[in-house]
């Protein structure tokens, strides 16, 4: 009896003496009031099952993990650790209340669908680092009108109501909350993101940019209260369920130009008018699915009014890194039209780009330049071409000089900008003595992130023997026109050599173990090889380095990778909407992010018996269950 009862008493006496460990282990991270409702993977915060109002989260916390906040009704506010680099999907999603959001200086990335459904959120602040932005992160949060976003950041611009990537080439989100009846759409824009004008509260009509030649899936699917689109001139494709699910739709303008339209294109949308032109491909598509087709303007009154007063553009947007997967255009160059000629019949004229009418909302180019419309606050403006105007084509190129003192200042950057045009065969003797200098500077064993961002005359450089790693956005945008990535080099930074518009000529070691997303992006390299212009070794497979495939170019709805693939890249397979079957050797042990993004067909991954790392969002965008491959 004794015996039992010694033994009980020093179960006890154990029980308490872990118990007490353990919640002072917990006092140092989690405060007292929130103990026990964290679940936390190392600094991955997988759920939180509390009902607080208020939530601070631990300061040990650098990752909040898919769902981890997910449909908690009763959460209003949370204090985001300072520590943070990434919000994963669907991390706050369903957070009803949740009113304000403050992302820390660390954090560098936000997951689709972030805070999709947070119907009170008004508030949201960004920090400077973040520059991967998921699709559809505000869905549904009808009260957000606007964002505050730090205007140091390079990766993002916030304007007028909508989300761009830095130089606005790639729209992310025009906010559901935005006020005014009107979107025009900026000039700048050449792409539109997955599910960019989600559930509009107030906006009514949509005029689209002249550089968007592609409406992707669901891109204006769920519209709400859009009841006008003008399509562009240059648009060729409406793809699956582009305009799906729209009940307000009354009119969609189509030009000549759209001549692939997906037959579900316009599924539920009841009340849709295409205005098409006869004999057209959109007027037989209209036909054949019995969507009606108009062949004359139906506007309303209020397509010409509005009551948005319209903010200044941010003055970086000359500057910054362009995204990921827009096309490039220069951010030094001006507009085209700046320049032009006038005729002495057209001594009056001011070019409407020049213009700063107040209340203005938007300047749309249509018909190569030949005409600009304006859309203000009390009437419509159209603008076309005076006589003896030179075109497009025939205007003389801007000086950057102007450009480069308004932007003196704002980033360190811009102070390489030069204000001359400088080609290739025109190297000077002090520009090779810069590029030695600046060569020295990296000697180590890293080449620092943005070290040559932006260097046009930075056109040849030759990678030290003590380099390991070359850092983020480290060329991005030079003037380089050959690299060779030699034996020591292991990594290659996200969007090292992105948008070197002159870089034909690339060699890579294969001793490189890691290329992150970007690295070559919107280099004509790349983009010879993937239009099938550079040839290679023949292959649909890009195999670079230590058997990264680094991009595909194929069109089979299956696929076998080669068995020479030990890692599938970031956004290799991005956009294969004709990919259904992947057979995936045992020589892959890594798929990287975003590695089959938006193969909305794809739906089966054979083999993937070696492969031991998939990163969160390599099968975003497709039917596969990216967690049930984890667990083979």
């Avoid at 990752?63 to 680099?85: D, W």
């Avoid at 173990?513 to 090889?529: N, R, V």
């Avoid at 990778?561 to 294969?576: M, N, W, Y």
Wanted: proline share 2%; charged share 25%.
């Amino acid at each position: 009896m004794k015996k039992k009862t010694a033994i009980v008493i020093a179960v006890f006496i154990a029980g308490a003496l872990i118990g007490s460990c353990g919640m002072r282990y917990m006092g140092r991270h989690v405060f007292a009031k929130e103990d026990g409702n964290f679940r936390i993977n190392g600094s991955t915060l997988t759920a939180y099952l509390g009902n607080d109002t208020f939530v601070s989260i631990p300061d040990y916390v650098t990752t909040i993990g898919k769902g981890a906040f997910a449909k908690n009704t009763t959460l209003q506010s949370v204090e985001l650790p300072q520590n943070l680099e990434a919000i994963e999907y669907n991390a706050f999603s369903g957070c009803t209340a949740l009113d304000d959001v403050v992302l820390p200086e660390a954090v560098t990335k936000v997951g689709p669908g972030a805070f999709q459904g947070c119907t009170a959120l008004s508030v949201v602040e960004i920090g400077s680092q973040v520059n991967s932005w998921g699709s559809g992160v505000f869905n549904d949060c009808t009260a957000l009108s606007k964002l505050i976003l730090d205007e140091e950041n390079l990766y993002l611009t916030y304007y007028n109501g909508a989300l761009y990537n830095g130089d606005m080439s790639f729209l992310y989100q025009v906010l559901a909350g935005r006020q005014g009846e009107n979107y025009v759409m900026p000039e700048e824009v050449e792409e539109i993101d997955t599910y960019a004008f989600w559930n509009m509260q107030n906006v009514k009509n949509i005029m689209l940019s002249e550089n968007v030649t592609k409406i992707p899936s669901f891109s204006m699917s769920n519209m709400g209260s859009v009841e006008n689109v003008v399509l562009s001139t240059n648009v060729t494709s409406l793809e699956e369920k582009a305009f799906a699910n729209n009940n307000s739709l009354k009119q969609v303008a189509i030009y000549n130009q759209t001549t692939q339209i997906h037959e579900k294109a316009f599924s539920s949308c009841p009340n849709v008018k295409l205005l098409v032109e006869k004999n057209s491909e959109a007027d037989n598509y209209g036909k054949a699915k019995k969507v009606a087709v108009i062949y004359e303007a139906e506007y309303p009154i209020d397509f010409i009014d509005s009551n948005v007063n319209l903010e200044e553009k941010p003055s970086k947007t000359v500057t910054v890194t362009k995204k990921q997967h827009a096309t490039s255009k220069d951010d030094e160059k001006t507009e085209k039209e700046d320049s032009v000629e006038m005729s002495e019949d057209a001594e009056s004229y001011e070019h409407p780009l020049d213009m700063q009418e107040e209340g203005v909302i938007g300047k749309t180019i249509i018909a190569g330049g030949n005409a600009i419309v304006l859309i203000g606050e009390n009437n419509q403006k159209i603008y076309g071409k005076p006589a003896g105007q030179v075109t497009e084509g025939e205007a003389e190129e801007t000086n950057t000089e102007a450009e480069t003192a308004k932007e003196e200042g704002s980033r360190e950057i811009a102070e390489s900008e030069t204000s001359e045009v400088v080609s290739e065969e025109e190297n000077t003797e002090e520009e090779v003595a810069k590029d030695e200098q600046n060569k020295k500077e990296t000697d180590n064993l890293t080449i620092k992130e943005r070290q040559y961002y932006k260097q046009k005359s930075l056109t040849k450089y030759e990678i030290s023997e003590t380099i390991k790693e070359i850092g983020r956005l480290s060329f991005a945008r030079s003037g380089l026109t050959a690299i060779k990535i030699p034996d020591h080099v292991k990594t290659i930074g996200y969007g090292a050599f992105y948008a070197c518009e002159d870089l034909k000529e690339v060699t890579i070691s294969d001793k490189v173990t890691d290329i992150e997303t970007k690295a070559f992006a919107d280099t004509p390299w790349l983009k010879k090889w993937l239009s099938g212009e550079e040839s290679g070794d023949g292959s649909d497979f890009l195999v670079v380095g230590d058997g990264i495939l680094l991009a595909y170019r194929g069109t089979g709805s299956k696929v076998e990778i080669p068995t020479h693939v030990k890692q599938i890249g970031s956004e290799a397979f991005k956009g294969h909407g004709e990919l259904m079957e992947v057979t995936i050797p045992d020589s892959v042990t890594k798929i990287n992010a975003e590695a089959f993004r938006d193969c909305k067909m794809l739906k089966t991954v054979k083999g993937c018996k070696g492969v031991k790392t998939i990163i969160r969002g390599a099968f975003y965008g497709t039917q596969v269950d990216e967690e049930s491959l984890k667990s083979k």
